[in-house]
């Protein structure tokens, strides 16, 4: 975060080609180059003591995209305690603004360590969660999970599936 927001003063980044290493492009981070910005984020508590600064420096509009759902560290190994990440969703949404932080629910998985991710778990987790934020954003995002050939090894290693065509809807 430190180093996005001192490029957002700077008003570029370097982008090196990730096919031809050698190469690297200037990209202007300005008003007239940039529409929006949209963090994306499991836990935004380093954006929070940032907050002066990135207001004076972005050029545009922005949000916070916050996933929070109902994965243990199984999963989602790393991240805090839920009942602090919704602590730290409502402050985001305080010092935002509800239109500015999106609550993404995301992806939808079943299954994990002794079949604990079952549709009732997330109907319930998501319950809550929803309950808590009330107020606190005006969006929720929902998905699914889609396996791509570089994540199904750790979702088999996992026990985890994604929820049938038929049971999406429900």
């Known amino acids: 975060m430190y180093w996005f927001v001192n490029r957002l003063e700077a008003g570029y980044v370097l982008v090196r080609n990730p ?4 190469l690297v492009s200037r990209v202007p981070l300005d008003a007239g180059s ?8 499991k836990d935004p508590r380093p954006l929070l003591p940032l907050r002066s600064r990135l207001e004076r420096a972005v050029p545009c509009p922005y ?5 929070l759902n109902a994965y243990g560290a199984d999963v989602e190994a790393g991240l805090p305690r839920k ?10 949404a305080r ?3 509800p239109e500015r932080v999106v609550w993404r629910y995301s992806p939808i998985l079943l299954g994990g360590t002794g079949g604990r991710y079952t549709e009732g778990h997330h109907l ?3 319950e809550t969660f929803a309950r808590k934020l009330e107020g606190s954003t005006r ?6 999970l889609d396996v791509y050939p570089k994540i199904a ?3 088999r290693a996992l026990g985890l599936f994604g929820v049938p065509e038929g049971r999406k809807a429900a």
Do not use: H, K, N
């Open 63 to 67: 949000f916070v995209q916050f996933t």
């Open 34 to 41: 940039v529409d929006c910005i949209a963090f994306w984020t």
């Open 95 to 97: 010092l935002l603004g």
């Open 83 to 92: 009942a602090e990440l919704v602590e730290t969703f409502r402050e985001l």
């Open 153 to 155: 090894p750790r979702m």
């Open 19 to 22: 096919v031809r290493r050698d």
């Open 139 to 144: 969006a929720c995002r929902l998905s699914f």
């Open 124 to 126: 319930r987790y998501f």
